[in-house]
Nanobody, 119 residues
Framework: QVQLVESGGGLVQPGGSLRLSCAASGMIFSINGIRWYRQPPGKQRELVAG???????NYVDSVKGRFTISRDNAKGTVYLQMNSLKIEDTAVYFCNADRTVNGKTYDYWGRGTQVTVSS
């Protein structure tokens, strides 16, 4: 089993910054990658950023140049640095990890942290 806990959300003005954290515990040695998703109010969940076991990263076009995903393997923590925040970034942000056992992949989710961008 893998447990994920997000933190760092809050209220910020447009143009401001926040750093989200995702702390992983349990069978973390078998995690393939970590991703951040978000769900704006009244909209579908979308993939925001991901980091693989090799350390490569990827971002949805709308956050490129503004968001940065990184990891601290010793702490079992992944971060999402969010700069130049826009109103449309308002959402619940979720951490997701995948783990493969005997060729089958399993997904694990945190409960989310609220990010509100408002003037």
């Amino acid at each position: 089993q893998v447990q994920l806990v997000e933190s760092g959300g809050g209220l910020v003005q447009p143009g401001g910054s926040l750093r989200l954290s995702c702390a992983a515990s349990g069978m973390i040695f078998s995690i393939n990658g970590i991703r951040w998703y978000r769900q704006p109010p009244g909209k579908q969940r979308e993939l925001v950023a991901g980091i693989t076991s090799r350390g490569s990263t990827n971002y949805v076009d709308s956050v490129k140049g503004r968001f940065t995903i990184s990891r601290d393997n010793a702490k079992g923590t992944v971060y999402l640095q969010m700069n130049s925040l826009k109103i449309e970034d308002t959402a619940v942000y979720f951490c997701n990890a995948d783990r493969t056992v005997n060729g089958k992949t399993y997904d694990y989710w945190g409960r989310g942290t609220q990010v509100t961008v408002s003037s």
